[in-house]
């Protein structure tokens, strides 16, 4: 009788295991080796929201738990999926935040949020959001804790997976929830954990994913022949992945460090594996989008200075790389001599990430504060155009608490002032402010620049533009409307300038809205599908908190609040407000302004 090939994979997925067992007997159950440190690695138990880590590399913790510690819980009783690590009181939300929902509706938004928006407000909910116990409609037990770990994962908030997975009780029978620790454990450099967790559950799965892990992991304790046996076995069953192969056979020989010809989508266990092997990263590994992959690749030595700093920029606008770490790297980069005496000659020779590298370096080395005025006004007017205006103004802070106000300095007060209140330090902006002030009294340009300003500096909730009348939004577009080089474009930014003041409950004078009539009728964007938008108005009307949140996420898209345009920012921001969360939407609508250039 012929044997099916489903048949012939289970059984050889058995005998791997088998065998595996037969040739691990006498090994200790946790004796894996755990690979070098990791450079510039946060602890993995880090505060959830951390900004920003001691200014020295430092190591990831490894948890000495021994297999025999990890418990496997009965789970019947106990819903997964109502647990969570924040409070109210700590920024998360009540238990009743998923009322009213349809439990599909409920998993079908969930998996569209996007883990790499680039907007600090929109990610700073959704972690909350993922992070807070609630009461949930019925359905499968453990499949919405499941997705929150994963989409947290993704984000590379490993502090909030690992709280996170350390409220739930029975994790090791539930392999998704498992899995997700694993490929945070192997993403964070700490491969002793990773594979303890492998051993204990190998016995009960013989899918690929489990078998190459623990390969892996016998790979790292020295047992090649069982390893090579494993490989056999894999390949046998028809296992493609030649980057796992050639790297798990150098593991066994030794020599010259393998060459990847190309890592395009980049699984966590590809990582660990080149960083224990030390091979270098090829170029397209940069392709992946996740924060949590960017990290790892920022944080690693095995990518060239180039891919670690794209990776390093890209993971801190996503918020998975502490800025402090976005610093080190900046400062860890080599430039010759001519390069940093003449950085403003020498950047557009360099890609984006390394002329801002560069002019970190440059702007900490000099002592003339208007040389490092001038070199930090370049990066921020750089950063404007590609994007990434708020991480730049985060990463070079140090360099802008260095320079003092003074009346020479006067024309780089309107650009420290945006700096200072997008990281929202309004101490310092208001030195800056007062120095813009002065100078206005008699300089017709920088009159205009405190004109432009007080928009942003009012949404902020900046002190110094408390006296700012909506009144002033006429003489605000003036202003705008004469300067502007493209007309088009300043009537957008106006549109939505007071589209944002309305929805924030403001009352935006007619007159305002007389001028910007003229010009074209339509915009040619992408709207929200109409289900999306109607279900919007009716949750908020309903006061169903976690529903307007999601509907208003995946609204947003990766793109966060400056991806959508004034009429559909307005209704996010008002559906927003009207389920009490005024402070999110203001700073949402902060985000937007600054991002539309204002």
């Not at 003074?406 to 420290?416: G, I, N, Q, V």
């Not at 549109?495 to 910007?516: C, K, T, Y």
């Amino acid at each position: 009788m012929n044997v099916s090939s489903v048949n012939r994979r289970t059984r050889t997925g058995a005998l791997f295991f088998t065998l595996a067992f037969v040739l691990s007997i006498g090994v200790a159950p946790v004796a894996f080796a755990q690979s070098a440190p990791v450079e510039l690695t946060p602890p993995t138990d880090e505060p959830i929201g951390a900004q920003e880590t001691p200014s020295t590399p430092s190591t990831p913790s490894t948890p000495s738990i021994g297999a025999a510690e990890v418990q496997i819980e009965n789970l019947a009783g106990i819903n997964l999926d109502t647990i969570g690590v924040l409070t109210p009181e700590e920024g998360g939300f009540n238990r009743d935040l998923w009322y009213g929902m349809d439990r599909q509706e409920l998993e079908n938004l969930l998996v569209k949020l996007s883990v790499t928006t680039s907007s600090p407000a929109t990610r700073d909910i959704m972690r909350r959001l993922l992070l807070s116990g609630a009461d949930v409609p019925e359905g499968e037990n453990g499949k919405l804790v499941t997705i929150r770990a994963k989409l947290l994962a993704d984000m590379g908030d490993f502090g909030g997976v690992a709280k996170l997975m350390g409220a739930l009780p029975g994790m090791v029978s539930h392999k998704e929830l498992l899995r997700i620790e694993v490929d945070t454990r192997l993403l964070t450099g700490d491969n002793a954990r990773a594979c303890e967790l492998a051993q204990l559950y190998m016995a009960d799965e013989s899918s690929s994913y489990w078998q190459k892990v623990f390969i892996f992991c016998q790979a790292l304790n020295g047992q090649h022949d069982a390893a090579a046996l494993g490989v056999s076995l894999l390949s046998e069953m028809g296992a493609r992945d030649n980057v796992f192969y050639t790297l798990i056979d150098h593991l066994a020989v030794g020599g010259k460090a393998p060459t990847i010809d190309s890592l395009s989508d980049p699984k966590p266990l590809h990582l660990a594996l080149a960083r224990a092997a030390k091979a270098r990263f090829p170029s397209d590994t940069i392709e992946s989008n996740l924060p949590g992959v960017l990290r790892a690749i920022a944080i690693s030595p095995n990518a060239s200075t180039e891919l670690r700093l794209e990776a390093a920029e890209r993971a801190e606008v996503a918020g998975a790389l502490p800025v402090d770490a976005l610093r080190q790297i900046y400062a860890s980069i080599q430039f010759n001599d001519g390069e940093l005496s003449s950085p403003l000659a020498n950047v557009t020779r360099r890609s984006g990430p390394m002329s801002r590298a560069l002019l970190y370096r440059a702007s900490l080395m000099q002592t003339v504060p208007s040389a490092q005025a001038i070199a930090l006004s370049r990066a921020l007017a750089m950063a404007r155009s590609g994007g990434r205006y708020a991480s730049t103004a985060r990463a070079f802070l140090p360099v802008l608490n260095r320079i003092e106000p003074s009346k020479d300095l006067a024309w780089f007060a309107p650009e420290a002032i945006r700096a200072f209140l997008i990281t929202e330090r309004h101490t310092e902006a208001m030195l800056w402010f007062e120095t813009l002030k002065q100078g206005a009294e008699n300089n017709k340009k920088l009159t205009n620049e405190l004109i432009l300003l007080m928009p942003i500096a009012r949404l902020s909730g900046f002190a110094g533009a408390m006296d700012w009348d909506l009144k002033n939004l006429t003489l605000w577009q003036e202003t705008t409307r004469t300067l502007a080089e493209d007309k088009d474009v300043a009537r957008n930014r106006a549109a939505l300038l007071g589209a944002v003041f309305d929805a924030l409950g403001n009352v935006v004078p007619n007159e305002f809205w007389i001028p910007l009539v003229s010009g074209p009728e339509r915009l040619g964007v992408l709207a929200p599908h109409p289900a999306l938008w109607f279900r919007l108005s009716a949750a908020a009307e309903r006061a169903h908190v976690g529903e307007t949140i999601l509907l208003s996420l995946v609204i947003m898209g990766n793109g966060g609040p400056d991806s959508v345009e004034a009429v559909v920012l307005h209704r996010l921001l008002t559906a927003l407000r009207t389920v009490g969360l005024e402070k999110e939407a203001r700073e949402i609508a902060l985000e937007a302004a600054v991002s539309a250039g204002l």
